[in-house]
């Protein structure tokens, strides 16, 4: 079974800066997607962004972007000038290519702090 | 698109009596989930249904938890004799078939037993 580890539970970061939050995950599969949620705190699940693993290409998405390490099973997201709007908690969620229903894995959550 | 939505937002019941919560997915996605959030804990997979069909159940889905899809559209979500233990927000997710397509989130409901 695929596992998803985010191994900080607190971040926090100053307006304007930039912050890395990790992921690493656990998997016997070749070809999969790995997705970073926000989860605000009205609870409502937002996708940040997505990637696929057979691209050798790191996803960004205006402000926000991974640093994805297939054989490392890494999957961290960077967040650059950082917003008040960002604080939220961060989860790394891994979906399988081949197990039915593609359901996702979620890890634990990174709880971020945006300071003014 | 008017999103996924969910009701009840929060339910408040005592220990031993039956709840059902409601999600209607967005409707062109076949695809139907369940999961189960804990505060400070990621959400955890229930069910998911492929049109009407419930094609897996979690082993987390006890005897006492049971989920339709009726007509492949919306879904409900029934908890018998509801323990202190279920507690949590039950989130909703449609999306269209395949890996690659984004999951749509609910707001989910909030359940609380006494």
């Known amino acids: 079974a695929q596992t998803v580890t985010q191994s900080q539970p607190e971040m926090s970061v100053q307006e304007a800066e930039t912050v890395t939050l990790s992921c690493t995950y656990d998997t016997s599969e070749s070809d999969y997607y790995l997705f970073w949620y926000k989860q605000p705190p009205s609870r409502q699940m937002i996708l940040v962004i997505r990637q696929e693993a057979y691209k050798q290409q790191n996803a960004t998405e205006n402000r926000f972007s991974v640093n994805f390490q297939k054989a490392a099973k890494s999957f961290s997201l960077k967040i650059s000038d950082s917003q008040l709007g960002d604080a939220a908690m961060y989860f790394c969620a891994y979906r399988s290519q081949e197990t039915s229903g593609s359901r996702l894995t979620f890890g634990e959550g990174t709880q971020l702090t945006v300071n003014p | 698109d008017t999103g996924v939505s969910q009701n009840p937002r929060h339910k408040i019941t005592k220990r031993g009596q039956n709840v059902t919560f409601r999600c209607d997915p967005i409707s062109e996605h076949n695809r139907l989930y369940w999961y189960r959030q804990t505060l400070g804990q990621g959400p955890e997979f229930l069910t998911y249904?492929?049109?009407?069909?419930?094609?897996?159940k979690s082993r987390l889905l006890s005897d006492r938890f049971s989920a339709e899809r009726p007509k492949g559209s919306f879904s409900t979500l029934e908890i018998q004799r509801t323990e202190q233990g279920d507690s949590a927000m039950y989130l909703c997710a449609s999306s269209l078939p395949g890996p690659g397509f984004r999951l749509f989130f609910g707001s989910g409901t909030q359940l609380s037993v006494l």
């Open positions: 249904f492929q049109n009407e069909a419930q094609l897996e």
